[in-house]
């Protein structure tokens, strides 16, 4: 299988769904609710729409796991991981920070990876072996080497009222240990942002792979360092994420990597 024919349909969905969404941008007129905080719109649907049939067209016998669709069966060796609006929040509130996010894996390990940002128009990829890239411009993580020069950047998980003291415990040992901490609504833009040096360090938890699994291939790509909070490697069936430029891997890890009441 090419990875130059993977690369050129993921990009050409990734368009395809981020034109979608920059039609219905500022002009919703329903927005659902999954969760009590989690919400879907007829973008997310009609992207992921536009997405699916894009690969399918081209791959019919590849499997897929998309965020509003669900797995579709198809060839272990060779899945897409597909978020169509990562972000739909921001989106929903006229927020430009949100993303079409599409993986390539095989047997669920990222070969390709695709981000998108519609608003703005910053591509994102990577393939393995092959770097990162921004509108085909190699990218490449920070060189900072304390948290204490470091911006990083967090997110709080649909369930968080479940897991608040672990989840504000972990916040308040890293925001007056940083230079600063931000929070965007994006998961993919996070990492995507780590691997070109926007910021230095990401974490956050109970992310699904669809969330993840283009924006890990990207920073790792880039330089950086994916594990889970205990310094293990990072699987896209994982809870915790850490991201960082490798240089403040070790000192983030003390901050997060304690024993908490979950």
């Keep these: 299988m090419e990875i130059e024919q993977i690369k050129q349909i993921g990009i050409r969905a990734a368009f395809q769904g981020g034109e979608i969404l920059r039609r219905y941008f500022g002009n919703l007129k329903k927005v659902s609710k999954k969760g009590t905080i989690d919400l879907v719109t007829e973008a997310d649907i009609e992207s992921e729409k536009a997405i699916i049939q894009t690969i399918r067209s081209t791959f019919p016998d590849h499997g897929i796991l998309a965020e509003e669709s669900g797995p579709m ?14 972000g739909t929040t921001n989106f929903a ?7 079409v996010s599409i993986a390539f894996t095989r047997y669920d390990t990222p070969i390709f990876g695709i981000v998108f940002n519609p608003s703005n128009g910053e ?12 509108n085909s411009q190699a990218i490449g993580v920070s060189k900072t080497t304390t948290v204490r020069d470091s911006l990083l950047v967090t997110g ?24 600063g901490i931000r929070r965007l609504g994006s998961a993919a833009l996070d990492l995507c942002y780590v691997a070109c040096g926007r910021f230095d360090g990401f974490w956050e938890e109970n992310l699904s792979p669809w969330d993840t699994a283009a924006g890990i291939l990207i920073a790792q790509e880039a330089g950086g360092r994916v594990t889970d909070f205990k310094g293990q490697p990072f699987t896209i069936e994982k809870k915790q994420i850490l ?20």
């Design 156 to 179: 709080f998980p649909y369930n968080l009222e479940r897991i608040t003291a672990a989840l504000m415990g972990r916040f308040a040992r890293c925001l007056p240990a940083a230079q």
């Design 73 to 86: 069966d198809g060839l272990p060796e060779a899945r897409w991981i597909i978020d169509p609006l990562d």
């Design 123 to 134: 591509l994102f990829t990577a393939g393995a072996g092959q770097g990162a890239h921004l």
């Design 243 to 262: 991201a960082t430029n490798c240089g403040i891997h070790a000192e983030m890890l003390a901050l997060l990597n304690v024993k908490e009441s979950q």
């Design 93 to 99: 509130h006229g927020l430009g920070i949100f993303a």
